[in-house]
């Protein structure tokens, strides 16, 4: 690796992991999301610092180094698909669970007021006043 491509890589690396410690500071990063910014960060710095392993690790897997790389990017690539899926897997059993949440007590105020909770006073199902006017 040529000095001016590790000056680079350090710079690059070091930014990416200031932004992610602000960011994580600000609370606009939760920390669950950031562990994978920061390992990303790091492991940037460490080959930019000691490029020697980039090359050790490409040997001792019996790889050029631009596969090397190609992989680790895939691989990278790979876990941020996966923690999303997760994130929203998450989230959509928090929202089935929210609106069935809300599907029963809509029916207890329905059982309380005696009218359902849709149609308020002055307006039949059909979503006509008495009048014979719709209302919106």
Known sequence: MLFGQQVCLIAMAAVMLLVTLE???RRWLREE???LWLV???FLLATGVFPA???WAAEELNLAVPTLLTL???LFLTGIVLQYSVVLTRQAHRQRRI???QALLREKLE????TPADTPEGRSASGQA????VRR
Do not use: H, M, P
Not at 130 to 133: I, L, Q
């Open 23 to 25: 960011l994580i500071r």
């Open 33 to 35: 999301y950031a562990i």
């Open 40 to 42: 990303t960060s790091l």
């Open 53 to 55: 392993l980039l090359l």
């Open 72 to 74: 680790l990017c895939f």
């Open 99 to 101: 609106i069935q949440e």
């Open 111 to 114: 059982e309380i007021a005696g």
């Open 130 to 133: 008495d009048d014979g006017s």
